[in-house]
């Protein structure tokens, strides 16, 4: 991966090493795991706020599933010294090396700030944050009244993802949008 490529997405947090020969703790933020943390595959490097255009890259020499993350080795790193300094970083991927969304699918920062409306075309609010929760996922949205409240991303309550036209359409059961 070149650092500088145009709108990375941060794909993997490394929550600190793991063991003695080199390998990190990652904690996934990709559904497509397989593909970004495939043997080979290079990702760059940053933090919460993002990857510099002359960020450092990595390498991934191998990838396994532990516990609800996965354990990952980086080229060149063979002991638990040459993994701590990772502990904390962001790992970053190229958009057009990420399998795209579906047509009514979005990656959540791209959620943030759209317009959320019912079905019937009221204005509920705007996404202000996205939660990754169980048993289902929230959007925050913050209403006209200064109000948040956390809609569940699922079916049947969320009828319809618009990146392009700024909004998100949902049909909300009786009393969800009384509650905050």
Known sequence: MNASAVDPLAVGTVTRAHGTKGEVFVWPLTDD???VFAEGAQLGLGDEDGMAP???TVRIAR???FK???L???DGIT???GAEPYRGRYLYAARSALTPPAEDEA???ELVG???ETVEGERVGTVRQVFEMRPADQLEVEGPDGVRRLVPLIRPILHAIDVAGGRVVIDPPPGLLELS
């Open 33 to 35: 795991v397989e593909t």
């Open 54 to 56: 002359d960020a450092e």
């Open 63 to 65: 990838a396994r599933g």
């Open 68 to 70: 609800r993350g996965l």
């Open 72 to 74: 990952v080795l980086f």
């Open 79 to 81: 002991d638990r010294e």
């Open 107 to 109: 990656y959540y920062h």
């Open 114 to 116: 759209l317009a959320v």
